[in-house]
Every structure is written in structure tokens, then in C-alpha cells.
């Protein structure tokens, strides 16, 4: 295996040479001008020498009972399985994911772990389970004895704590006792909610989604560098690059390319989270809103490689591995 992982090195070149050649086409005057102000643009880049999505969805409304996520109207809604995310992961020498689960369904946790017995790219699930329903303690006791159960996710309605403080630290305090960790993916506003939890549990490992919903590059929203500033004080915190592309107003499928148009976002973070504490998420398929898969990873790659050798690694899956705790799966 790790010879395997290392060779990929050289796929992960041959990817970023192409994606280079695409956006050379549409680099703005501007962009050109910092290319060639780096003495060192046109040689290789080191790359990482492995990379673990750490937020894929998959499902199956073609199940007999169907899916409550996503909904019917949309482009989401058809079969999304791990072999349709390996065809588009593998060339680029992207070999493991984490899932995380939107279907608010108990059962669905488990569907997830069975897929996850059959396929070995799936180094972990991110749960959906709600603190206020009732059987919550028993069902992340019983998903806990699974090592690819990494913890769950709160969205909107649950990550403003105030409401149900004292359940949800409550919550917290146990995934906290059975070292599982927290994804919180909720508005700009509710950052600070993210500082109380943290604070109130120091010992859980809480993981933000979605940059912290910042809003396009070009037009932030307003409270968001604030917010994650004082979120990122918070050493139990880690944020997930994820739904970049996503951000941007675009027609579907036509966000920017260039990294430049993502360095109001991505350096904040850097600055603020520095190499330890950002990781890369896809949000495939619902990624594709924005760009396709090869874009949406293209663009932080050649960021993070720019950032060093450590730095990448770092990002592409050891930061990834220190705040979900995954384990490698042999064959």
C-alpha cells in the first residue's frame, strides 16, 4: 500500500499539468502578471503523497424506501455510489473518503457502514444523528463500536446551542468520551455558537464545515472574517475547505477556475488556521453546482502545494487523520 500511494505522486503531477494548461486560458491579466513574477512557476511542484475527501455523499433513491435526501427536483437525486466517486478521484490519485451522511434517517448510518465493509476507500463516516430525538445516547453507542463511525454532523438547526444548551453540550461531552468528533455546518452567524461548544467542551474535536458559510470571494459575508477569527482560537477546532466552488454566484457548473479568485477566502484561513487545522473536503456531488470534481480539487491543490511539502501533506490527509481519528484499511 505504501508504495502504491507514493507512485500516485506521479498522477497527481500529470493532473495538475492539465488542469494548469486549462486555466492558463482564462487567467486574467492580473493572474499572468503574479505567474511570472514567480521565478519557479513553470518547474514541477512537489505534491502530496496521498489525498483523503473528507466530505463525499452517497445514496441510493432507487432503494425500496427511497431517500429523504436530496430531494427529487434537483440534479442530485439519481444513484451516487462509491464507484462513481472512484472514477473521478482515482486519476487525480485521490484514494479515500470520508462520508458524511445528509439523510436524517437513523438506519442510513448503518447502510453507510455496510458499503463501507465492501469498499475499503471509505476510511470513515461522519453520522446524522439529532440529540433531541429520542434514542440518541444508544444509537451512538451502538454506531460507536464501529471503527469507521468517525462522529456526526449538526446542521442549521442544531449548531445555535442556545436553545438546547445544556442537551447538546450534553451530546458533545459524549462523543467527546468516545473520542468521535463533530462536524458543525451551519451560517456565518453561527460561528459563534462553534466558540461556545468548543469552549464548553475543550476536549472534542469539532470540525466546521464549508468554510464557515463565507459567501462568495468577491462579495464576503460581513461578519465572516470576525467570526472565524475567533473561532480559530479555539485549538480543538479544525476547518474543512469544502463547498468552495459552491460560494461563488455562478450559472451551474461555471465557477472560476483560478485560484485567484479564491484567495480572499483561502488566505484568511491559512492565516488564521495555519498548516495544522485546514482540511480538504469535496462536498461531491454537490460540488458539481459549482465545478467539476477535477476543478474543485485542482483549485486547492495548487494552493496547498504552494504552501510546501509539509503544509500539503498536512492538508491533503494528515490533518484530516488527527481530527477524525481514522484508521488505514489493509486488504
Excluded at 498522477?11 to 502578471?33: K, M, Y
Excluded at 488566505?267 to 461531491?284: A, M, T
Aim: overall charge negative; aromatic content about 8%; glycine content about 6%.
Amino acid at each position: 500500500m505504501p508504495n502504491t500511494r507514493i507512485d500516485r505522486r506521479s498522477l497527481l503531477r500529470s493532473a495538475g499539468a492539465a488542469a494548469a494548461a486549462v486555466c492558463t486560458t482564462s487567467l486574467l491579466p492580473r493572474d499572468l502578471a503574479r505567474a511570472a513574477a514567480q521565478p519557479d512557476a513553470a518547474q514541477p511542484v512537489a505534491t502530496p503523497t496521498r489525498v483523503v475527501d473528507t466530505h463525499t455523499h452517497f445514496y441510493d433513491p432507487t432503494r425500496p424506501q427511497g431517500v429523504p435526501w436530496p430531494p427529487r427536483d434537483t440534479p442530485l437525486y439519481r444513484k451516487v455510489m462509491p464507484a462513481d466517486w472512484q472514477a473521478l478521484a482515482e486519476p487525480l490519485g485521490i484514494d479515500s473518503t470520508i462520508v458524511v451522511e445528509a439523510s436524517p434517517w437513523v438506519e442510513d448510518n448503518q447502510w453507510v457502514l455496510d458499503l463501507a465493509a465492501e469498499d475499503r476507500s471509505i476510511v470513515g463516516l461522519v453520522g446524522n444523528l439529532d440529540p433531541r430525538q429520542e434514542g440518541f445516547s444508544e444509537h451512538l453507542n451502538r454506531f460507536a463500536k464501529n471503527p469507521i463511525f468517525r462522529g456526526i454532523r449538526w446542521r442549521s438547526d442544531l449548531v445555535p446551542i442556545d436553545r438546547d444548551a445544556d442537551l447538546l453540550i450534553a451530546a458533545a461531552k459524549q462523543l467527546a468520551d468516545l473520542d468521535l468528533e463533530l462536524d458543525l455546518n451551519g451560517p456565518a452567524d453561527a460561528l459563534p455558537s462553534v466558540s461556545k461548544l468548543a469552549d464548553a467542551v475543550p476536549a472534542l474535536r469539532i470540525v466546521v464545515n464549508h468554510l464557515g458559510a463565507s459567501g462568495d470571494p468577491s462579495s464576503l459575508n460581513p461578519q465572516w472574517l470576525d467570526q472565524i477569527t475567533a473561532v480559530a482560537r479555539r485549538p480543538n477546532v479544525f476547518m474543512k475547505v469544502s463547498a468552495l466552488v459552491e460560494q461563488v454566484r455562478c450559472e451551474p457548473g461555471e465557477a472560476p477556475r483560478e485560484v485567484a479568485y479564491y484567495l480572499p477566502i483561502l488566505d484568511p484561513l491559512w492565516d488564521r488556521f495555519g498548516e495544522d487545522r485546514l482540511i480538504f473536503g469535496s462536498n461531491w456531488p454537490v460540488s458539481d453546482r459549482g465545478a467539476p470534481y477535477d476543478v474543485v480539487f485542482g483549485i486547492v491543490r495548487d494552493y496547498f502545494v504552494g504552501k510546501g511539502d509539509q503544509a500539503a501533506e498536512k492538508y491533503f490527509w494528515r490533518n484530516s487523520q488527527a481530527a477524525y481519528r481514522w484508521q488505514e484499511r489493509t486488504a
